[in-house]
């Protein structure tokens, strides 16, 4: 009797399901279960589930018996991860679930959309109602070639809002992901800046900039300084030492620009240089995994004594990390 009320218990952390093969663990042998399934009590779900056939289940239930069923190991990504997450403007969780699985297993079912991926570690992983499922982050990443900018905005908005992520992890794991063949990143790190209308304030670049220059006690530049216009186009720097007439440029991943943008570039830091301005640039790959690269460059261009410095000194990240 003992054994039979632990597998109830068992499959009420499950969402309603177990494997034949913890029924077997548990002790009911397989006569039983067929008893079971002929008498109505139990369905078969799957090649291994099994499910009460007394029981009304949930969307999240019908899920997690997907995930229990099949192998190899799968975690609810995408929209189905924006969904259990609550995302703002992202749909209940309902079918088709979308999962994700290691690359090189092959799975289909008409209720699902299978992703597959080669990169999955544990950071990436969370757990919620005992089901795996990406994490926010992930999530976001992973949704960012499926939705229109609006939409990630307002998923990228409201997960900071309720403290889901922070836009530095966010960045550091787009760095680390973007040589992957991600093709909706641009659109991500586009939104993360701050170039969708929806969105106010300075950049992300500009505020990562200005957090780490104020923590290694540098002076504040201006931000967003005109410089006059070239070709009847306004000349706007991120960021200026008019001390020390430094201009820093920070380069978004937008900075992988058409011929006609980079000639625009180019005549925009010439008209600098005529000027007598100094300009540094910095990409978001300098900014996410070596800020202790742009802290040595901007000492060097407004104090070379400040090199030497312990709090140039990033922890985790060296000086030359980035080359």
Request: net charge positive; charged share 25%; glycine share 8%.
């Amino acid at each position: 009797m003992a054994i039979r009320t632990g597998l109830p218990a068992l499959a009420e952390g499950q969402h309603g399901a177990f494997l034949r093969d913890q029924a077997r663990r548990s002790g009911v042998p397989d006569r039983v279960l067929r008893g079971w399934i002929s008498s109505g009590l139990l369905d078969p779900f799957g090649a291994r589930t099994l499910r009460s056939a007394l029981t009304e289940f949930t969307p999240q239930d019908l899920a997690a018996a997907h995930l229990l069923d099949i192998r190899p190991p799968a975690w609810l990504s995408h929209l189905t991860a924006g969904g259990m997450h609550g995302f703002d403007e992202f749909p209940a969780v309902e079918t088709p679930f979308h999962i994700l699985i290691p690359r090189g297993h092959y799975v289909t079912r008409s209720d699902l959309r299978v992703h597959t991926t080669q990169d999955m570690p544990l950071a990436d992983r969370v757990f919620i109602d005992s089901m795996p499922v990406t994490n926010p982050v992930r999530t976001l990443i992973d949704c960012s070639p499926i939705l229109d900018s609006r939409r990630l905005t307002a998923a990228l908005d409201g997960a900071l809002r309720d403290r889901l992520l922070t836009e530095d992890r966010l960045m550091h794991r787009i760095a680390e992901l973007r040589g992957s063949g991600r093709y909706g990143i641009p659109r991500l790190l586009a939104v993360i800046e701050g170039s969708e209308p929806s969105r106010g304030g300075h950049s992300w670049l500009e505020r990562k900039y200005l957090e780490i220059t104020a923590a290694a006690g540098f002076p504040r530049p201006e931000v967003q300084r005109h410089f006059g216009r070239v070709d009847g186009r306004l000349i706007r720097v991120d960021c200026y030492y008019p001390d020390f007439r430094l201009v820093v440029e920070l380069l978004g991943y937008r900075w992988h620009r058409s011929k006609a943008q980079m000639n625009r570039d180019m005549e925009r830091v010439n008209k600098l240089i005529t000027k007598g301005e100094r300009v540094l640039q910095f990409t978001y790959d300098h900014l996410t995994l070596a800020p202790a690269v742009v802290l040595q460059s901007v000492a060097a261009a407004i104090d070379p004594g400040l090199c030497q410095e312990p709090q140039l000194i990033v922890p985790g990240q060296s000086p030359t990390a980035f080359t």
